[in-house]
């Protein structure tokens, strides 16, 4: 089963990947080998198969609701290029 | 060429015969020497080290030290160090200092364990080959032109040639135990849950696990132990307590039993690996093992379940990495959609954006169902039908890989051909159990792993099997030639 150019081009927006005109047909031929090898799963019989998200049987663990954090933004915002009073700068959002 | 074990310097430590601070010098100069050739580090902590060493000492003269304190020791660049540069072997991540320790650093630290340096690693943690790596290859210290494996490539030539006695690794698909088998040294990666994934960056989060590069059982047994336990902070952690596995190594064998999958025995297995192993198995057997054999009929089918989940679970994981809080951001982007556009093209590598794509692809809406869900019903098949194995035998075996070391540049246009690598390591990733690769003999000139699997949490098994096979053998011992002389470590 082979991919389009257009579904890549599909699937690079929702990945927020920029892929250019010329590395599209290299994203078509690996991508389209890669889903030949994972299309072998499709003949497996799963009737009755519960679904394995996790390989232990556990369940959420959930933690009272009560603060054991503090806050430290300075700390976590040095690793950031565009900070301004606390707020992270980026460029335009809105037309 | 010295390669000495943990458990070796730990009592020379103790007993006066060199100090910690003697120790850190002699790995941090077979580092600066060797690593021109082998790239295996890709930040090295040479001013902290020294420090850490300094104070270990203080502790050994005050005899108030555990059996890691002194201990120089390499973290994966995938482990958060606090302070120091944490780069997943990824341009995205190139500048990220990490304000806070994993918690497999903090307990090692605890432990006493002298941090040298970050190694080299395939780009979070995608590959099987350590050629990923923005930062470039990580050479095998036993051919320089072939790879170490993947994606723990440095941790393991690191250890391989004798410049730390031990290293971290993490094991999504094999990443810990195909780089042991292709260096020539024991590769350990426990039960999903058993060791915390806090501040290990995620790749594929109900995959990953960390683990040890080692020469020997016996240290992975030392380094469990501290490592090892649960931890509130790690949501998918296991909350089970943590046994003295270096007090239970010595259990005779003789009356248990392994399973040998036959399916581990296909076309695919080179003929040096599969003498190698069936000689391993006549080891066992002397020491009182009855050998059977078993059978995975869809292991074949771990390969493709793998290549679906795990490019799902990065695409998700690897969705935080923006250009806004942290990491690269290109510069004079227009609008925010050029901003993340453009800095995730830039900040990525092929195989990483490979995978992201697919992931994206086997998740969107209308191929959900045929591949994602389909993908986790065979996981549930491949995962019942090892952990059935267990109902008849104490141990799995067989090989860790197909083929030893390959070289460098030989996989690199074909991403199929390289996950095809993981064939024999991938379902114990899927089913979660544990793992060990451990070597056992030469294929020509070059190292093959034997690979032995627990049921979950059977960590001491394990590791009592590869320590008597150790004691029985010295394939473990056989070092590579030595990638930096020794005048030019004085």
Redo the contacts between chains.
Sequence with gaps: MG?TSK??QH??N??????SDEQIDD?VE??T??????????K?D?TD????????Q?S??L?ADKPTEKN?RD????????VEQGL?S????IE | MERLTVARLSAGLRNGEFSSEELTRESLARIEAANPRLNAFITVTGEEALVAARAADQKLARGNAGPLTGIPLAHKDIFCTAGTLTTCGSRMLANFVSPYDATVVSKLADAGIVLVGKTNMDEFAMGSSNETSYFGPVRNPWDLERSPGGSSGGSAAAVAAGLVPAATGTDTGGSIRQPAAFTGITGFKPTYGRVSRYGMVAFASSLDQAGTLTITAEDAALLMEAMAGFDTRDSTSADQAVPAYGSMLDEPLAGKTIGVPREFFDDGLDSGCEQAIRDALDVFSDLGVKIIELTLPHLALSVPAYYIIAPAECSSNLSRYDGIRFGYRHPDACDIDELYTRTRQEGFGAEVKRRIMTGTYVLSAGYYDAYYLQAQKVRRLISDELKRCFEQVDIVAGPTTPTPAFGLGEKTDDPVQMYLNDIYTIAVNLAGTPGVSIPCGFSGKLPVGLQLIGPHFGEATLLNFAHRYQQQTDWHTRTPPPVFTKEASQ
């Design positions: 991919l579904e890549v699937i690079a929702l990945a927020r990947l920029e892929v994203y690996k991508l080998q890669i889903l030949d090898l994972v299309d072998a799963l499709k497996v799963t198969l519960l679904p394995l998200a996790h390989p232990l556990m959420q663990r933690l430290q700390l976590f915002q040095r690793n950031a290029e565009n992270y980026v460029p335009r959002v």
